[in-house]
């Protein structure tokens, strides 16, 4: 994106003086703003290279980018507006103000900030998750074809060479904890490193050794280690891939962090804040929140197998139906953390292969707003469109898709959910055909794109359900357009009267007289 792209953007907002900070997730640039009211929606997605706008409460606001957004954000960084900005003083007391406000204001703001939270914890690993799915895939289709044994299964011994490989994306998966610990500390303003190392203590190899010296219990049906640290009963577990004892830590640091901060003379901070917090939160993570975390997980975990082990035909259509409300709410967050958990604790996961058809059908919209666009000349729509399902089928992202298109237009959700809707009954009928007692499964966490195809069972079912949802919304998209009425006839309308001024006025030529002069010019009809 040029830099006058990236000033528009900053013009669009209010100015550099008008915002608080900027952030980006994997599509977004998220903005804290002093003011939001007078910000037009519509002028800021008629810029060249957004897909869309997104106003939220509390004063925050969101442009669409796509897969350009990490540049777009350096653009804007690097503008010289942005260095010339409000002072110190008022840029802190303006983020001062902003954290009050982050404040149960009401139910839409509360769910903004805890989603804002989960969602702000993963963005910045999502490069690193995918490109461990597409190692993932690799070896998934590598043991499809036979070139190696079944290399999901722990008890399979590789070659040393594909044992190499397959650390490349265990790497990601079992510290991902760490990853998230740092985040999520990070995101409520906590020295993140601090974070990292209350998690990293439970993730030590002495740590998990001292199982080997623990007594064995039996709590809800399920074994768990236990000894005895000064007397207090310490469960040991092993916390790689977990997700919600580094967000459940994280949520507990905030505050004692700021606490600490405020009651702890300045002098002696870099000393003492971290040590105490650490001299707290150590125990706390070891003895209650990691095991409160683990519980909660797989209770989750636990209800939807349950579903999901009790009609996996139902399960097949309820949860693409839910994914596009899910989604825009960030809700999808909980829910990947139970696919991780899923592999971990059952070796396959049963979410991700319904999660498909959902996202192949948002996929198909967007291609029929494609063709739309390209029928009609669109080249805003055509742009954006095309990032979009580049973002999509790629990469398996679908917020360019929803931010920069289908919640603009209202008419394109009942036609993607039809196309939802047959991906899962395909994925439900051929399961119970095909006496696949779990359905649509996968050893490994990936994005379900076309890349990523490979990695899922039963790969024609799957590949067959995914094909039907996209080309069902597809087809219904292009079939009764994306747009209103009247929306169709403001698109022609403003698009007359753009050919009409950018069209040469027609001057008539003018005589010469006898010695070869113009004539001078007459008016009439």
Known sequence: MSESTASEIVRGVGGPGNIVSLTHCATRLRFQLRDASGIDQSQIEAIPGVMGAVPQTGDRFQVVIGGGVQNVFNDIQALPEMSRGASAAD?????????????????????????????????????ALLGASLFITFMALMGTIGVIP?????????????????????????????????????????????????????????????????????????????????????????????????????????????????????????????????????????????????????????????????????????????YPFMVPLGLHWPINAIMLLNIQNLGYDYIQGPMGAWNFACFGATAGVLVIAARAKDTQMRQTATGALAAGLLGGISEPSLYGIHLRYKRIYPRMLVGCLTGGVIIGVGSMVLGLPHGITTHAFVFTSLLTIPAFNNIP?????????????????????????????????????????????????????????????????
């Open 91 to 127: 840029v802190a007391a303006a983020t001062k103000a902003a954290e009050r406000a982050k404040g149960p204001r009401g139910k839409v703001a509360w769910l903004d900030s805890l989603f804002e939270f989960l969602s702000d914890s993963f963005r910045p690993i999502l490069g």
């Open 461 to 525: 079912l799957y590949a067959t359900a995914v094909a039907a949802a996209f080309f069902t919304s597809m087809v219904l998209v292009i079939i009764s357009d994306y747009r209103t009425p009247e929306q169709k006839a403001e698109f022609e309308a403003a698009k007359a009267a753009r050919a009409a001024a950018a069209s040469p006025v027609a001057v008539a030529p003018v005589p010469a007289d006898e010695d070869g002069a113009a004539a001078p010019a007459t008016s009439g009809a």
């Open 150 to 322: 079944n290399w999901a299964d722990p008890r399979t011994e590789l070659s040393p060479s594909w044992q190499f490989v397959n650390l490349a994306w265990k790497s990601v998966f079992v510290f991902l904890p760490l990853m998230v610990a740092y985040n999520a500390s990070k995101k409520l303003d906590v020295d993140p490193w601090i974070g990292f190392a209350v998690m990293a203590v439970v993730m030590l190899p002495g740590f998990t050794q001292m199982g080997e010296q623990a007594e064995t219990l039996t709590l809800w049906g399920s074994e768990i280690h236990v000894v005895r640290v000064l007397g207090l009963p310490l469960t040991i577990f092993d916390y790689s891939s977990q997700v919600f004892p580094p967000l459940l830590m994280a949520a507990v640091l905030g505050p004692l962090y700021k606490l600490l901060r405020r009651v702890i003379p300045e002098n002696v901070q870099l000393i003492f804040v971290p040590f105490l917090s650490m001299l707290v939160m150590i125990p706390l993570m070891a003895f209650l929140i990691g095991p409160i975390g683990v519980y909660v997980g797989a209770g989750l975990a636990n209800l939807l197998s349950a579903i999901n082990n009790f009609s996996p035909f139902i399960f097949a259509i309820v949860i693409p139906l839910l």
